[in-house]
């Protein structure tokens, strides 16, 4: 999930000199009228060393299932999802949506890993569609097979299902945004030190949930994740926690469920 680094290559950090000392004021003074919850999206790539340290700096982790033309679940998926359920971590799940692909099988290659993984969680997780390839295919077929994705999830958790791509992405290769775009939750990757992301143009900001804006070490502004290694997306839900876990839709654990889950974690380590 790199498209915060392609976006900000095209449009300078507003600490450039052309952004005046006015609007940088300006974002600091959004800045607090603004609800923050931290957190990350892990796939493969990463690797964490220790949950409970870095659940205390990121409440929420967006895990990566599959992609594509594959059946498969993401390889680290399972240990994942069980580490970050009894460190008291949020999870949230994205499929790597590809363009070349119909949107019905990526739903059905989807659905049998969400199916397992919300019984290992007791939830369903709010499921995002990680659209950034263009994959040869043009912008119609990639909306077409888009939205039958985003039915299917639908479908299997109504209300909990949303698109992640950035400005630059988005306003080039999900456009003219149809109507159906503000159906759904809105995860922006844009990569900034400003108060708030750029919207994709069409992109309603009613719906914007996560905001993906570092990879921490690779920026200066970029949030330090404790107990994984760098290269870590830094994300931010709208919201206070417990507002991220009604959104998330996690139920409330009884004392004796999660000494269960401590010990589960235990074993495994």
Do not use: C
């Not at 507003?14 to 609007?23: E, I, M, Q, S, W």
């Not at 959004?30 to 659940?55: M, P, R």
């Not at 909306?143 to 909990?160: E, I, M, S, Y």
């Amino acid at each position: 999930m790199r498209l915060g680094e392609n976006y900000l290559t095209h449009n300078p950090e507003p600490g450039a000199p052309r952004v005046n000392l006015l609007k940088r004021a300006w974002r600091k003074v959004l800045a607090l009228t603004v609800n923050f919850t931290e957190g990350d999206d892990l796939s493969h790539y990463n690797t964490i060393t220790n949950w409970f340290a870095k659940q205390g700096q990121s409440k929420f982790s967006v895990l990566k299932i599959g992609e594509g033309n594959s059946p498969n679940p993401n390889s680290k998926l399972w240990e994942f999802s069980a580490d970050a359920q009894a460190s008291g971590t949020v999870v949230m799940a994205y499929w790597f949506f590809r363009g070349n692909v119909s949107g019905v099988t990526q739903w059905q290659y989807a659905v049998p890993i969400l199916d397992q993984l919300a019984a290992s969680l007791g939830y369903k997780p709010v499921i995002w569609a990680d659209v950034e390839t263009v994959d040869n295919v043009g912008n119609t077929t990639r909306l077409v097979r888009l939205k039958d994705f985003l039915d299917g999830a639908t479908l299997w958790n109504p209300g909990k299902v949303g698109i992640y791509s950035s400005p630059g992405f988005a306003n080039l290769r999900l456009s003219p945004a149809p109507a159906w775009i503000n159906e759904f939750w809105h995860w922006v990757a844009h990569w900034t030190s400003a108060a708030l992301p750029t919207q994709p143009t069409g992109w309603n900001v009613a719906q914007r949930k996560l905001w993906q804006y570092a990879v921490w070490n690779n920026y200066a502004w970029a949030t330090p994740v404790p107990g994984a290694d760098p290269d870590v997306d830094n994300d931010r839900f709208f919201g206070t926690e417990s507002e991220l876990r009604a959104f998330a839709g996690i139920p409330t654990l009884t004392l004796e469920q999660r000494v269960t889950a401590l010990e589960a974690l235990a074993h495994t380590h």
